[in-house]
């Protein structure tokens, strides 16, 4: 089997493809993906060519996200015709999880992560820039995932200073109701619209996990860190200036509008697959992986 590799010997094994990017929650620091404007979506041919060829190469980890994946009510029809893959999971707010959970299950989605920063509602509220009752929406998509097997369920938590960083305990508690199926993902806040006064210093907050862990595992994706603290896994995301996050960076990008994104953070050297035909696809790949470059480096 042909795999692609970039030219700083990264094998792409996974796939990130947005599904829309449209949503319905205003988080306050979303960064829209790295989307490249707003035009439009991917037709569930589209999506399903893209995976297969991607499959082709040996990709076998995808990760569907948004936007908000669920205002798609065509995402079980792709689901069922993607090809096998050892893990196909979704990104999601939750808000709509409950009523999908199952159907979602059904058609071939493995997990879910789960966008969750706070547990309190008031500031789930001001962070979310929604109304009262969303945030009871997204507790009961997060047990409608757990009831499903949508497992284990990853609670991504933004670390947002002086605003949810002294709720990681808490947090790491709520997961431990689980009993497994819940873990907790820390993220660092990559601040794409100025927030500075929620800056925090992860560095230091990961250090501070590390002390109290009892074990800690690396993962191959990015070389995250997962710490088991008292029972309960956290694994951190620290993107920002991490040379060894990028290093070890092994997803290709697809945009919602059909571009594959050699990364995330970098705008001008996407390559347009909206309308290719399926023929052309395996060349659009080895075009785009050959462009892809660390946007962290030494
Ligand atoms: N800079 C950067 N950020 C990433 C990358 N992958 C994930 N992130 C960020 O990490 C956060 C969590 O991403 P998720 O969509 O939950 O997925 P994930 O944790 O990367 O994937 P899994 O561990 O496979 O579930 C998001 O805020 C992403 O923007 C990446 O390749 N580069
Ligand atoms: S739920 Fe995600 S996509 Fe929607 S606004 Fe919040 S961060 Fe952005
Ligand atoms: S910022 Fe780094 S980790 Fe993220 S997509 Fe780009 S190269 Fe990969």
Not at 200 to 224: F, G, M, P, T, W
Not at 260 to 282: F, S
């Amino acid at each position: 089997m042909e795999v692609l590799t970039d030219p700083y010997g990264r094998t792409v094994r996974s796939l990130r493809m947005s599904i829309t990017d449209r949503c319905n929650l205003n988080c306050i620091y979303c960064h829209n993906e790295g989307h490249i404007g707003h035009s439009k979506e991917m037709s569930v041919d589209t999506i399903v060519n893209i995976v297969d060829v991607a499959s082709q190469f040996g990709v076998n980890r995808l990760k569907l996200s948004g936007g908000e994946p669920l205002l798609r009510k065509d995402l079980e029809d792709a689901l069922v015709r993607l090809p096998e893959m050892r893990d196909v999971s979704l990104t999601t707010n939750a808000v709509l999880l409950r009523d999908r959970a199952s159907s979602l299950r059904e058609a071939g989605l493995n997990r879910v992560n789960i966008s969750l920063d706070t547990l309190d509602p008031e500031k789930y509220n001001m962070i979310t820039n929604c109304g009262n009752g969303t945030f009871d929406k997204v507790l009961d998509g997060i047990h409608a995932a757990v009831d499903a097997g949508l497992t284990p369920v990853k609670l991504n938590m933004v670390l947002l200073k002086d605003l949810n960083d002294n709720e990681i305990a808490d947090m790491l508690e709520f997961t431990r109701n689980y009993g497994g199926n819940v873990i907790l993902q820390l993220i660092e806040l990559m601040d794409f619209r100025d927030l500075p006064q929620y800056r925090i210093n992860a560095r230091e907050v990961e250090q501070s996990l590390l002390n109290v862990s009892s074990d800690v595992k690396v993962r191959e994706l990015h070389k995250r860190k997962k710490y088991i603290i008292d029972g309960a896994e956290v694994e951190f995301v620290r993107p920002v200036d991490n040379t060894e996050f990028c290093a070890n960076c092994n997803r290709l990008r697809v945009t919602a509008d059909g571009q594959l994104k050699p990364c995330l953070l970098i705008n001008d050297n996407h390559v347009d697959v909206a309308n290719a035909t399926r023929e052309e696809l395996p060349d659009l790949f080895r075009s785009a992986v050959s462009k892809r470059v660390p946007f962290c480096r030494n």
